[in-house]
Each structure stands twice: as C-alpha cells, then as structure tokens.
C-alpha cells in the first residue's frame, strides 16, 4: 500500500492550490435576511440556504484558525433552538488570517457554500461554510458557549444510515437522526464546540499533529489498547480525530492505549483525511499506557519460520536500515524466508529508468549481519520500468530473503517481469518452469500494480512454494464517513481479479501435488472477512492463518484510530492439517515513531 504520508503531502499541496474548486455552489446568490446559524445548517448534511446571500448572522467566535488553505473561525449561536438535528455552528472561511478572537460576539454577511474537502471525487460529506465573508466585532470578552460532551453515552451504536438509492445512496437529503446514527450526530454537532474527557487513543500521534481516540472504552478493543476493526457492518461509532487548533503549545506524542485524562475542547470540523475533528483548543494531559514492541519467539530446528515484512518504500538514502534490521533479527528472530514488500529500485524515486534494487537489498543484508542475524542470500524479479504502481520512480517489488544455513533455494532460469511461471511435474512432484518467477505478469488484473513473485524453496529435504504479493492499494476507495452509505471500494474490483490469479496458481500446483506445501503471504490490503480473501481461500486452496488469532490480535496496521488486517500469510491444506504457529508482530502500526506503516507476520510450521 502507498505511504499515507507521500500520498497525503502531494493531496495538501493541491489543496492548498486549488481549494476553492471543492466548493460547490448550488445557486446563484441570493439575499437571505434575519437567519440564525441553526437555520443555515439545517436539519439535512446539506444548508437549504446554500449558494445564496446571508446577512448580519450573529454568533460567538469559539476558533480561530490562522494556518494552512482553510483560514477562517468558528462562531456559535448562544441561544439554540430546541431540535437536535440543527447545529448552533459554523465555519466562517475568510482565507487570510481572520481578525477576530476567541469570545468577541460578531455578525457575518456572506455567502453560504458546501465545501466539500478534497473534491467532490472523493465522495467526502460537505461542510457549511460562510464564504466571502464581511465581519462585523459587536463585543469582545465574551463568555463562549459551552461544549456539547460527547460520550459513550451520547453516541449511537449504529454508525449511517443507508442512502438514497434514487441519489446514488447518497445520505445528504436525509434527515439527521443524532439519537439513531453516529455519522448524524457528528453532523449535528458540525461547527459546535464540543468536548470530550479521558478518552483512549486507538491511532497513534502521526507527522501532521493528529491522533485518533475512542470515547467508547469498551468498543471492539484489541489486547492493546486499539479499536478493532472486525467487519463492515460493526463500525466503531466512538472514533474521533484529534487535531491541534494552534492553541495547544504541545501536542501530545501518544501511542495506542494511551489516554488523555481530563477534558480536550474545541470546534468540531470535518476534513479529508478522516471526516469528523475535533480541533482542540484545549487538550487532555497525555497518560502513557508503556506500550512496548512485541517480539516473537525464535523458530525451533524442525520449524521453517516464513515471514511478510512491508517496509514502506525502502531505498538506500533511506535512514532506517538499522532499525528494519533490528525488527527483524530481534523482534522476529530471524525467520528463514522473509517476504519484504516495497523495496525500491537502487535511486529510490528518482525517475530516470534504474530497475535494479541490488544496492537496496544489500545494504539492508549488511544492516542484518551488523545487528547479529544472518547473512542472508535473496531473490527477485525486477520489474520494467514504470509498470508496477507505488511511488514514481521507485519501482517498488516483492524481495525474498533467506538463510541459506537453513534453507536453499531452487533456481529455475528464465524468470523476468514479462515471462509468466508455470507448475511442471517432477518425478510425481510439483515444481515450477521457472524460480522466481511472476504470476501472470501480463494480464490486466496487474496494470500499474505489484505482480506475485514465486520462489521454490526446500527445508529439510521438503519443497515449499511461497509467494510473495503486494496487492492494489485502497487508494481511491471512499472514506467510512463519506456521504454515501454504504460506502464504495472500488479498489476491490482489482484486488478481486488479483486474487483469482493467484488462487488459480496454488490450484494448478495442487493439482500436480496434492499435499503440496504452499505459503501465499505480504501486503494483500484487505481485511481478513472481505471478498478478496474469500477468493484467494475459494475452494479449499488456501485459508488465511491469521484467523488463529484471537480476534482481539487479528491485525496488523492501524488507519484512522481502525486496528485491522492488511497484511496476511495463507497456506495450503497441508500446512493447516499440520502444527503451526501464526504471530502479528506488533511493532509498528501503534507507535508514533513507527519505521513502517505495517506489522510484520511470521508463520511457523513443519514442513
């Protein structure tokens, strides 16, 4: 999966561009006299005054913000009218620095806009907005209204509603049911200062000065701390994103389980990158729960040990070699074979056509040796130039690495980035044209993505066959809190097509072997209960080890304060039937100072 953090920058430099082309303007001006904030936001996701003229809107000013593309303030009615769905707040969007401050009582006239964070491509809700604004300070020093708690009382358990069908299920015409659906409670508090008291942190603290916490302890909760994620139809209602108003000298540096003790305040906004913020102008004190990297044990003489590894765009100018070596010598105990996704060719992102990543690999070979492990021996495919997705210039592939005091390799000659492998017959054996080889390179099902590397390997006199894949990222797919619900993947259809391929694969080998050992395993970006892993299971060929977890275990990446599986190892019938020992090696995903994005997983068995 792409680096959240190189796709999010080059989404803030557009934004910062060309904000205004994410406005949308529903009619011409028009005026509209005597409106209060509640009436401009409405009892819909969607202002029945948008697109047209307001004057003299009275209001406290609750934020400021003085930074970025989305300068403006927040003011809120102190006198609320009696429905619930009617947010007392608004964003005023003045796009230099607001010259207004915390308490002064204003009037605004302008123009009400929709303004939907990142495009409406995104499929994001909108947040209402008074734009072009002309500000009039009434009175300074006033008392500002008081933060609406939100709590695990207050927050429903089911998440949206289900939309229109007749507006591509889309929820904005809906009426907002707050005590029904979490999504309509967050918007009814849209723009209102509210507070929340001694939540938990599910995502750790990132480089943009956010986390995520829970106002729901109790909600889907991981042995550590997290908020997992489980299934599509059991969301967890108590998430928010936590951000820095500006006001808040020292953000907290938080890790999963974490908790800020005592109240943490300010107006609730919307945004691209999560949906609903909190923007705090005050923030709990940071109580540190001492979460600690987890390590594996060490494989015993009679066990392979085969691990997945996403070491998220790894080049060598990179300065984490020390650290991935360290992972992987101390926290997974040097496993026999291990998958790394996300290698980049010798130059990284310079694009100017190097496919070979030998100075990559190798440099993290020697970081290995240094920390203590092995001298690992490895394989790949390089692929052509430009054809396999992730960051541009950086052609990003699937690496094997293997100790060759414990495991060899079976070298077949002829595999390329265009040449697909094949499974033979071998003195009643399954075994393959070529090692390493690619899974059907050519085929559309890979277009702009990571095609399966396959390498034949023996342990003890027994061939495995393992393939390594990084599947297609979830790029693109909408947000949990977009305005059509159910939500569209359609990073899925890929993922789908990707899973045939390589499940047809493991079936053409077990058609020759029967009791083949056959470990499929990296970065498949989806969860274990989707459809894609269904197909890669279909018909018995494989089963995602991962299950054997507890479900309070089962995951290996964090995204937007959700713990869920995104990296998987699945193996053949043979090696279910057998002993084997599956661990998510949580050393990553949690932290705030993560060297990856991604929990490594190890597989232990007896081949």
């Keep these: 999966m792409p680096s959240r953090s190189s796709a999010r920058l080059a989404a803030l430099t557009v934004a910062a561009v060309?904000?205004?082309?994410?406005?949308?303007?529903?009619?011409?001006?028009?005026?509209?006299?005597?409106?209060?904030?509640?009436?401009?936001?409405?009892?819909?996701?969607?202002?029945?005054?948008?697109?047209?003229?307001?004057?003299?809107?009275?209001?406290?000013?609750?934020?400021?913000?003085?930074?970025?593309?989305?300068?403006?303030?927040?003011?809120?009615?102190p006198d609320p009218d009696a429905d619930p769905a009617t947010s007392e707040g608004v964003f005023v969007f003045t796009s230099s620095t607001p010259k207004v401050a915390v308490g002064d009582a204003v009037t605004v006239t302008g123009t009400v806009s929709e303004y939907v964070p990142g495009g409406t491509s995104t499929g994001n809700?909108?947040?209402?907005?008074?734009?072009?604004?002309?500000?009039?300070?009434?009175?300074?020093?006033?008392?500002?209204?008081?933060?609406?708690?939100?709590?695990?009382?207050?927050?429903?358990?089911?998440?949206?509603?289900?939309?229109?069908?007749?507006?591509?299920?889309?929820?904005?015409?809906?009426?907002?049911?707050?005590?029904?659906?979490?999504?309509?409670?967050?918007?009814?508090?849209?723009?209102?200062?509210?507070?929340?008291?001694?939540?938990?942190?599910?995502?750790?603290?990132?480089?943009?000065?956010?986390?995520?916490?829970?106002?729901?302890?109790?909600?889907?909760?991981?042995?550590?701390?997290?908020?997992?994620?489980?299934?599509?139809?059991?969301?967890?209602?108590?998430?928010l994103q936590i951000q820095s108003l500006g006001a808040v000298a020292d953000f907290p540096v938080a890790n999963v389980g974490d908790?800020?003790?005592?109240?943490?305040?300010?107006?609730?906004?919307?945004?691209?990158?999560?949906?609903?913020?909190?923007?705090?102008?005050?923030?709990?004190?940071?109580?540190?729960?001492?979460?600690?990297?987890?390590?594996?044990?060490?494989?015993?003489?009679g066990e392979l040990a085969v691990a997945t590894y996403n070491v998220e765009n790894l080049d060598p100018s990179d300065a984490t070699f020390e650290e991935h070596a360290s992972a992987i010598v101390n926290n997974l105990k040097s496993p026999d074979i291990v998958s790394l996704e996300e290698i980049q060719d010798n130059n990284g992102a310079t694009d100017d056509g190097t496919v070979a990543a030998d100075l990559t690999v190798g440099r993290l070979i020697e970081a290995i040796v240094a920390a203590g492990g092995p001298r690992y021996d490895w394989r790949s495919v390089d692929p052509t130039d430009g054809t396999d997705g992730g960051e541009p210039g950086g052609n990003i592939r699937q690496v094997f690495l293997f100790d060759p005091e414990r495991v060899s390799f079976t070298d077949r000659a002829g595999g390329d980035a265009t040449t697909a492998v094949g499974v033979?017959?071998?003195?009643?054996?399954?075994?393959?044209?070529?090692?390493?080889?690619?899974?059907?390179?050519?085929?559309?099902?890979?277009?702009?993505?990571?095609?399966?590397?396959?390498?034949?390997?023996?342990?003890?006199?027994?061939?495995?066959?393992?393939?390594?894949?990084?599947?297609?990222?979830?790029?693109?797919?909408?947000?949990?809190?977009?305005?059509?619900?159910?939500?569209?993947?359609?990073?899925?259809?890929?993922?789908?097509?990707?899973?045939?391929?390589?499940?047809?694969?493991?079936?053409?080998?077990?058609?020759?072997?029967?009791?083949?050992?056959v470990v499929a395993l990296g970065d498949i970006n989806d969860y274990e209960f989707s459809e894609t892993a269904r197909i890669l299971e279909d018909g018995g060929a494989l089963w995602s080890a991962v299950?054997?977890?507890?479900?309070?275990?089962?995951?290996?990446?964090?995204?937007?304060?959700?713990?869920?599986?995104?990296?998987?190892?699945?193996?053949?019938?043979?090696?279910?039937r057998?002993?084997?020992?599956?661990?998510?090696?949580?050393?990553?995903?949690?932290?705030n100072d993560q060297i990856s994005d991604h929990d490594p997983q190890v597989l232990r068995f007896r081949p």
Excluded at 554 to 559: K, M
């Design 125 to 239: 809700q909108a947040l209402t907005e008074i734009v072009r604004p002309t500000v009039t300070v009434v009175s300074s020093g006033n008392t500002v209204p008081a933060a609406t708690v939100v709590s695990a009382r207050s927050v429903p358990a089911a998440y949206a509603p289900a939309g229109d069908p007749a507006a591509n299920n889309s929820v904005n015409g809906l009426t907002l049911r707050p005590e029904t659906y979490a999504l309509d409670l967050y918007e009814s508090l849209e723009g209102m200062n509210i507070q929340v008291a001694d939540v938990r942190v599910v995502g750790a603290t990132d480089p943009y000065t956010e986390l995520w916490v829970t106002v729901k302890p109790g909600e889907n909760r991981t042995r550590r701390g997290g908020a997992l994620y489980g299934s599509y139809d059991s969301q967890n209602t108590g998430r």
């Design 547 to 576: 299950k054997s977890l507890p479900r309070s275990e089962r995951y290996s990446y964090v995204y937007q304060g959700n713990s869920q599986v995104l990296d998987q190892i699945l193996v053949s019938p043979a090696i279910r």
């Design 18 to 77: 060309c904000s205004a082309a994410s406005t949308v303007v529903v009619a011409a001006p028009a005026q509209a006299d005597s409106v209060r904030i509640h009436d401009i936001q409405g009892t819909t996701r969607v202002s029945p005054y948008a697109g047209q003229q307001v004057t003299d809107v009275t209001g406290i000013v609750t934020g400021v913000r003085t930074y970025g593309s989305s300068r403006g303030f927040w003011i809120q009615d």
């Design 424 to 517: 033979t017959e071998e003195r009643g054996k399954a075994a393959l044209t070529v090692s390493p080889g690619r899974i059907a390179p050519a085929d559309s099902a890979w277009d702009s993505s990571r095609k399966p590397l396959v390498g034949e390997f023996v342990f003890r006199g027994r061939t495995v066959f393992v393939i390594a894949n990084h599947f297609n990222s979830k790029g693109g797919d909408q947000g949990l809190t977009a305005q059509y619900q159910p939500v569209v993947r359609s990073s899925e259809t890929q993922r789908h097509q990707q899973a045939a391929l390589v499940n047809s694969f493991v079936k053409d080998v077990l058609a020759v072997q029967k009791n083949a050992d």
């Design 578 to 591: 057998g002993a084997f020992a599956y661990d998510s090696v949580h050393l990553n995903a949690e932290f």
């Design 259 to 301: 908790t800020l003790t005592g109240t943490t305040a300010g107006p609730l906004d919307y945004n691209q990158y999560g949906g609903y913020t909190l923007v705090a102008n005050r923030i709990g004190t940071l109580d540190s729960a001492g979460l600690e990297r987890e390590t594996t044990r060490r494989q015993k003489s």
